[in-house]
T-cell receptor
Framework: GNSVTQMEGPVTLSEEAFLTINCTYT??????LFWYVQYPGEGLQLLLK?????DKGSNKGFEATYRKETTSFHLEKGSVQVSDSAVYFC??????????FGKGTMLLVSP | EAGVTQFPSHSVIEKGQTVTLRCDPI?????LYWYRRVMGKEIKFLLH????????ESGMPNNRFLAERTGGTYSTLKVQPAELEDSGVYFC?????????????FGSGTQLSVL
């Protein structure tokens, strides 16, 4: 079956530091890959997506590249801000109606 | 435009009691999904409605969980009787199209604590 594995948190960084949150997946076929973010007190929001190999999704300074050869979709940001503090979820959709999520990684950014 | 709203935001109940969670999707969204995140684990799919019909309920953990969507508008998820392992955050999501991930809109969730 499908599964998503992402790095354990919390990840604690100082403002302007470089961020990487690792995500690897197992899936049948050619899934679409997503990063969702949950800010405190809010619902899950789509951060970025990639639908085929070598696609790069980007939004709000975050990027992730769909690597089929390593089955990975690592999230990166060059310079984090305090407002990026949130829980980040990697997810995939392999053509059915449901999403398969990872466990989530909490990011804490201090001034 | 209002987003997906869930009620209550928090619920604390004792083992054996009944709890009903409610989700109001975005107006016009035929597809409605329930997901659950147990502490420290993945967000797991529970079920999917298309209008008032259950399209997929393969994720429902057992028969203590009952979901309804009368009239194809809001949905309720009832847990009866609640057990300790039911504690977690219950998310609802809706979409106009059959849910490719980029078209899903999530609510902020209901935090359920069973003591």
């Amino acid at each position: 079956g499908n599964s998503v594995t992402q790095m354990e948190g919390p990840v604690t960084l100082s403002e302007e530091a470089f961020l990487t949150i690792n995500c690897t997946y197992t899936a049948t076929g050619y899934p679409s890959l997503f990063w969702y973010v949950q800010y405190p007190g809010e619902g899950l929001q789509l951060l970025l997506k990639a639908t085929k190999a070598d696609d790069k999704g980007s939004n709000k300074g975050f990027e992730a590249t769909y690597r089929k050869e390593t089955t990975s979709f690592h999230l990166e940001k060059g310079s984090v801000q305090v407002s990026d503090s949130a829980v980040y979820f990697c997810a995939l959709n392999s053509g059915y109606s449901t999403l398969t999520f990872g466990k989530g990684t909490m990011l804490l950014v201090s001034p | 435009e209002a987003g997906v709203t869930q009620f209550p935001s928090h619920s604390v109940i004792e083992k054996g009691q009944t709890v009903t969670l409610r989700c109001d999707p975005i107006s016009g969204h035929d597809n409605l999904y329930w997901y659950r995140r147990v502490m420290g684990k993945e967000i797991k799919f529970l079920l999917h409605f298309v209008k008032e019909s259950k399209q997929d309920e393969s994720g429902m953990p057992n028969n203590r969980f009952l979901a309804e969507r009368t009239g194809g508008t809001y949905s309720t998820l009832k847990v009866q009787p609640a057990e300790l392992e039911d504690s977690g955050v219950y998310f609802c999501a809706s979409s106009q199209e059959n849910g490719r991930g980029e078209k899903l809109f999530f609510g902020s969730g209901t935090q359920l604590s069973v003591l």
